[in-house]
T-cell receptor, first 110, second 116 residues
């Protein structure tokens, strides 16, 4: 079974701080990894994807992938109240299916 | 780009009736779409993979005769919940993969189904 585990949270950070989200996966066949943001009552929105080991930066977001450790993380710099949401980590396989983690709820305190 | 729409956004139906939900890729063609279900405070559960021009493949435990999927064109997939019951009340979300060679799935806005 393809499992994706996320740090359970909830995570509360002050405005302007760095929010750090972690995710581990059990399927070594997973080739692609995704971070989605989901606001309450809304559908997930893709914010980052990463396929190769190392870091990938996009604005205030940095995704990190370590395939040897089966570990994916997301850093949100200069956190804003609008970043308050549930963040879903997902691992993808060659059949294009995604396995989602349970999600981590982030609250940014103004 | 990569915009996916769903219709309706909300639907309330009586127990025993059927409900059809449409999922459209607006600015790209999608040979593969996915249907998910999400219960309150839970993560997404994949129900089925919808393939244009062929039968959908269902995840274990999902009744294919209850959740009918039709992928009639490269921009449209439909999910019909047949003989709906209150336990089918959920948030149904579709996703699609643009044919650009990547694996990124883009989600529709979701359909909230309430069966009374």
């Amino acid at each position: 079974q393809k499992e994706v585990e996320q740090n359970s949270g909830p995570l509360s950070v002050p405005e302007g701080a760095i929010a750090s989200l972690n995710c581990t996966y059990s399927d070594r066949g997973s080739q692609s990894f995704f971070w989605y943001r989901q606001y309450s009552g809304k559908s997930p929105e893709l914010i980052m994807f990463i396929y190769s080991n190392g870091d990938k930066e996009d604005g205030r977001f940095t995704a990190q992938l370590n395939k040897a450790s089966q570990y994916v993380s997301l850093l949100i710099r200069d956190s804003q109240p609008s970043d308050s949401a549930t963040y879903l980590c997902a691992g993808g396989s060659n059949d294009y299916k995604l396995s989602f983690g349970a999600g981590t709820t982030v609250t940014v305190r103004a | 780009g990569a915009v996916v729409s769903q219709h309706p956004s909300r639907v309330i139906c009586k127990s025993g009736t059927s409900v059809k939900i449409e999922c459209r890729s607006l600015d790209f063609q999608a040979t593969t779409m996915f249907w998910y279900r999400q219960f309150p405070k839970q993560s997404l559960m994949l129900m089925a993979t919808s393939n244009e021009g062929s039968k959908a493949t269902y995840e274990q435990g999902v009744e294919k005769d209850k959740f009918l999927i039709n992928h009639a064109s490269l921009t449209l997939s439909t999910l019909t919940v047949t003989s709906a019951h209150p336990e089918d009340s959920s948030f149904y979300i579709c996703s699609a993969i643009p044919g650009t060679g990547g694996y990124e799935q883009y989600f529709g806005p979701g359909t909230r189904l309430t069966v009374t």
